[in-house]
Each structure stands twice: as structure tokens, then as C-alpha cells.
T-cell receptor, first 115, second 110 residues
Framework: EAGVAQSPRYKIIEKRQSVAFWCNPI?????LYWYQQILGQGPKLLIQ????????DSQLPKDRFSAERLKGVDSTLKIQPAKLEDSAVYLC?????????????FGEGSRLTVL | GQQLNQSPQSMFIQEGEDVSMNCTSS?????WLWYKQDPGEGPVLLIA?????ELTSNGRLTAQFGITRKDSFLNISASIPSDVGIYFC??????????FGKGTLLTVNP
């Protein structure tokens, strides 16, 4: 079974530029998450989708971050304009069903460096 | 928001030794989970605990869900070099939000 696919693996941009990350979850997984992991910290939830609807985006900085999950499958996370403090690994995860068990399957992450 | 205190922050041990790490919270959780993250990879689920007092094993790993529902611990017996990585606890409350600890970095000296 293929895992959660993410791209790009690495991205370096200058502040005020924009960047987009893509995620393809495990086939059949209804719930998709985007997490931000700053160096030395645990993952922090940015947004949770169930199918193509948003379940929780309370910690998403909506002035600069946006995410969509069209057709309830793959998803994109965009940052525009980027700030220095956005340097982090952006992890996509998926889970079967409604995601109420906490058992998540993570991708390898997309490492963003903002200069 | 909910906060998890995970300790120790890091551990350096010899191969074959046992390891213990724990996580405490100011809030009650309904589920405790332990994940491991290797360098350049995403976290991988090791053990999930759903009931206060529950003790669950997965090979050389044993985890417990504290009776107060505010803590959990993870033990690794007879450590091997591939146990190296960052171990995260995660708690899930009644709102189903998952909160991660800051991680314990484990280094195993062969």
C-alpha cells in the first residue's frame, strides 16, 4: 500500500515570496491533515479536512496560509507571503474514517527554508 | 490550549539498556499515542492507548495510560541502534484534537 506522498521535499524561498505544497493521502483515507513542525518542536495542526470539507482550521494563519482539498483526495497548502518564522517542515497526514482515533499516517514532509 | 510536558528532552544510552520516557498534561485526555520520528521522515505510530490504566506492548515497547488520564509513559527494553530517533507523545481530548509533546531525542551508542 502506497503511503502519504508529499512534494516538494525541500524548498528555499525568500521572505515575501509564495510557496505551495502538495499532498496525496493514502487511498481511501477520508481525513487529511496539515501539520507544521518547527525545529525542536512537536507537530502542530494547521488544518484538518474530512473528505473535502474543513473540520478544523483554528490554528491556520489565514492572512497568509490557505489550503484546499478538491474532490476529497489530494490537497495543497499555500503560503503567501512567506515570513522567516514559516521556516519549518510541513507534514501531511491522513487517517481512515473520521480521524477520531488519533492514529495518523504521516508523509515524509516538505522542508521549507525562508531566507 | 492544551500543553504536554514530555521528559526527558534527550537521552544518550548504551545498546542493551532499557529506556523510560513520560508525558504529563494539565488536561485530561481520552487517548494517548506514542509516535517515533526518524531523521527526514514523518512520525510513525508505535502504540495507541484508549483506556485509563491500560498497559500495551508492541515488541520491546511498552506504554501505559495513566490512571488520572493526565499522563503516559513509554518503556523500551534492550535498546538497539535502530531505536535512535525522536519519540513524541500525543494526547487526544474530548474535542478529538491531537496535541503533541516536544519529543524525546534518543541516542543509542552501539
Amino acid at each position: 500500500e502506497a503511503g502519504v506522498a508529499q512534494s516538494p521535499r525541500y524548498k528555499i524561498i525568500e521572505k515575501r515570496q509564495s510557496v505551495a505544497f502538495w499532498c496525496n493521502p493514502i487511498s481511501g483515507h477520508a481525513t487529511l491533515y496539515w501539520y507544521q513542525q518547527i525545529l525542536g518542536q512537536g507537530p502542530k495542526l494547521l488544518i484538518q479536512f474530512q473528505n473535502n470539507g474543513v473540520v478544523d482550521d483554528s490554528q491556520l494563519p489565514k492572512d497568509r496560509f490557505s489550503a484546499e482539498r478538491l474532490k476529497g483526495v489530494d490537497s495543497t497548502l499555500k503560503i503567501q507571503p512567506a515570513k522567516l518564522e514559516d521556516s519549518a517542515v510541513y507534514l501531511c497526514a491522513s487517517s481512515p474514517g473520521t480521524g477520531y482515533t488519533g492514529e495518523l499516517f504521516f508523509g515524509e514532509g516538505s522542508r521549507l527554508t525562508v531566507l | 490550549g492544551q500543553q504536554l510536558n514530555q521528559s526527558p528532552q534527550s537521552m544518550f544510552i548504551q545498546e542493551g539498556e532499557d529506556v523510560s520516557m513520560n508525558c504529563t498534561s494539565s488536561s485530561i485526555f481520552n487517548t494517548w499515542l506514542w509516535y517515533k520520528q526518524d531523521p527526514g521522515e514523518g512520525p510513525v505510530l508505535l502504540i495507541a492507548l484508549y483506556k485509563a490504566g491500560e498497559l500495551t506492548s508492541n515488541g520491546r515497547l511498552t506504554a501505559q495510560f495513566g490512571i488520572t488520564r493526565k499522563d503516559s509513559f513509554l518503556n523500551i527494553s534492550a535498546s538497539i541502534p535502530s531505536d535512535v530517533g525522536i519519540y513524541f507523545c500525543a494526547g487526544q481530548g474530548s474535542n478529538y484534537k491531537l496535541t503533541f509533546g516536544k519529543g524525546t531525542l534518543l541516542t543509542v551508542n552501539p
